[in-house]
Structures are given as structure tokens and as C-alpha cells.
């Protein structure tokens, strides 16, 4: 990895226009609106400014290497319907994952927790003791040796919260917030908050690909189409080809399922990996490799997880994955004992996952990875680090709400 580059308006403004050129710009005016609010939602939506400005230290490149989920951040932790219909908590956006320093997760998850402390009233201690908590989970976790998972029966507080409501909440319910009932019949909301209207010909494209879908799958009606959006969603990703679909599911109208179709962009660590000759699997297409770091992370697959092609694009189909599914910060409460609860569940996930991954295609062995864990040299350098990132994140905010206010960045 190259040294730390200028922090120049200009070097910042540039590349983030570059990384952005392309998308939907109704979308991407979104995005630039949401990076304006504050530090950690910045850090969000930039994934890649925060790799291009990591230190160039052996504890970033000399480290075992791991699967890794790539834009690590508290927000990135949320429940999930398995396809086993089970609830879990874990990881659950890696459109960045790759195989790198088994550093570059924890580095970015503990830059996040100090980005986000503002949004609580901490004080900078208060964040420390939070980010040594996280970190000590971590560590005791890779040393454990031993991949477990997170589910309602074996979580507490906020998390079992979270893992309850998902559990216990109606299709019907769910699909209120979603869509518009007349009769027996559905449509999606799109309203601009959580969908936005699809152009004809973006819905000719969608339902000539669910058909096709469809035509291969056991149940070909379940995934029949009833209506289609351009969905609102995350930081990161928004501007990129972007569909929500209301399928009839098990039928009309409260057995409707709501499908997330989502464009695959190359991962953000890769020119820097590649500095670092650290070789990624020649995977098919950038959908692939998604899909497959997060089945070989996460304890449960994700409930209609695969790539697939959209007129030749590659993309991601999911179930649906709720934003309010997702740990928000706000919702930690004032009380630091609660932020420790929340932020050892992350950091023990962080470990088992990349344990679970571990001999995979180039990953380190377990072994090797709790040789690591064990050593204490790198504890120290890692918070300091993680201090160095967050002040670095507020210097790139700055520069960009400046740039956004004086019109610099020109959207479409």
C-alpha cells in the first residue's frame, strides 16, 4: 500500500466524483445528502477515501489474511431472515468483501464506533473504552478458535431485541409499510423515502429477467411479478442499478415477498490489494464474488441469496434486508454499558466469520489466525490507528460539505 496521500480538497473532491461517475443521478444527489449529515455516515459513503488514506504499516500488510467483509461499520451489523426461515444477527452488506489483511475489518469497525460517538454525546474516553471493549472481544473470540453464531436464544439486549421483532413480526405487517393494499391486491409505496418509480423500460428489463428466473425455479408463481421500484437503500451503493420487487410470494395478499435485486460494483480494496500482491480468485464477475464471501462468512445463507444477470449486468438477489433490521447508533442509548453489549456482540461476530472463512482460497488457517490473536504487539497501534482514521474521516467530511455547499459537485 502506498503512503498516505494528500489531503488535499481537490485529491478528496476527485475521487469522489471518480468513484461515483456513472449512477442514477437522483439516487447519488441522495447519497451526497445523506455523506452531509455527519462524519460517520461520510465514512459510510466513502468507503473507498478510507483505504485510500490507511497507513502504510506492517500491521496493514504484513498480518494473516482473511476473508474480509471490506466496509465494516456498526451499521453494517443487523438481523436477517436464513433460508432456513431461522433469525440471526451478523454482518450483512459485504458489496466490498475480498481477502485482505485480517486487520482491515477491525481497523474500520473501531474507526466507525469513535466516527458515530458523536451522535451519543460521548466523549472521547467514553469512545476509547468502547473501542478497547470491541477490540478485546475480537481478540478473545480469534483466540477461542471456535465459529459460533448469534441468534435470538443466545442474545441480550438490543440485539435480542432486534432478533424478537424480525422474528415475531407479520408478512402482513411488514408488506403494510411497503406497499398499498386495494382489495386482495398489492402495489409497492413509492414515495421517494424507500422506492422510487420504475421507467417502462426498466420494468419491461426486471419482469423479462423474473420470468426467466422464475421459469427455472421450482415454484415458478412465487416469483411472479406484481409491481416494481427503483429501491432507496444504504449509503455505499445508492446510485448503482437498484430494483425492489413485490413477488406474489405465497400468495395475494399477505403471503407477498418483497425481492432486492442490486448492481455488484468492484470492491473498493482492490487497486490497493493489488499494490500489496495479494491475489484475489478469479471470480466470474463481481456478483459472484459477493455472494460468495458472504455465504462462506456468515453462519446461515441469507434467504434467496444468489448472483444472477440483469441483461448482462451482474447483481445480487436477496430477500429483502430492512433498513430498521440494522443496529443504528441513535438507538444505543446514552449509557456506555449498553454501547459495551452491542459493540462485544460485534466484535465476536467479526471473529467467528472470519473464522468460519478461514483455509478458504488463500485465507489464513485458524491456526494462523489465532497465532495473531495472541500477539499483544499490535493492540496498542491498533486504537491509536483507529484515532488517526476518525480525525482524518472529519478532515475528508469537512471538505466535502464545503464542496457540496459551493456547487462543486455536479450531480447527472
Known sequence: MSKQPSQSSSNIIGEIVSNNAGRDPERLAMKYAKMAQSPFIFLRGACHLFYDTLPDSPLFRDTPLAWCCGDLHFENFGSYKGDNRLV????????????????????????????????????????????????????NALIGGKPLWV????????????????????????????????ARHRSLILDGVKALPASDAQQQQVTRFMDEYASKQSSPKFFEVLDIGRRIAGTGSLGVERFVVLVDGKGSPDGNYLLDIKEAKPSALAPHLARLGIKQPNWPDEASRVVTVQNRMQAVDH?????????????????????????????????LDRLKEVVTTMGRILAWDQLRASGRSGAASADELIAFAQRKDWIKEMLAVATTMTLTTQQQWEIFTEALSDGQLVIG
Not at 159 to 165: D, F, M, S
Not at 306 to 335: F, H, M, N, T, Y
Open 151 to 182: 441468534e435470538r436464544e443466545t442474545s441480550s439486549g438490543l440485539v435480542n431485541a432486534l432478533l424478537t421483532t424480525l422474528q415475531d413480526r407479520e408478512r402482513s405487517a411488514f408488506l403494510d409499510k411497503r406497499t398499498i393494499r386495494k
Open 303 to 335: 434467504a434467496f441469496l444468489q448472483s444472477v444477470k440483469l441483461d448482462g449486468l451482474p447483481c445480487i438477489l436477496r430477500g429483502l434486508q430492512p433498513s430498521e433490521d440494522r443496529v443504528a447508533i441513535g438507538e444505543w442509548g446514552k449509557k
Open 88 to 139: 440471526y444477527f451478523d454482518i450483512n452488506d459485504y458489496d466490498e468483501a475480498a481477502l485482505a489483511p485480517v486487520t482491515w475489518d477491525i481497523i474500520r469497525l473501531l474507526t466507525s464506533i469513535q466516527c458515530g460517538s458523536d451522535a451519543i454525546n460521548a466523549t472521547h474516553a467514553e469512545a476509547l473504552a468502547v473501542s478497547q471493549t470491541c477490540l478485546d472481544a475480537y481478540r
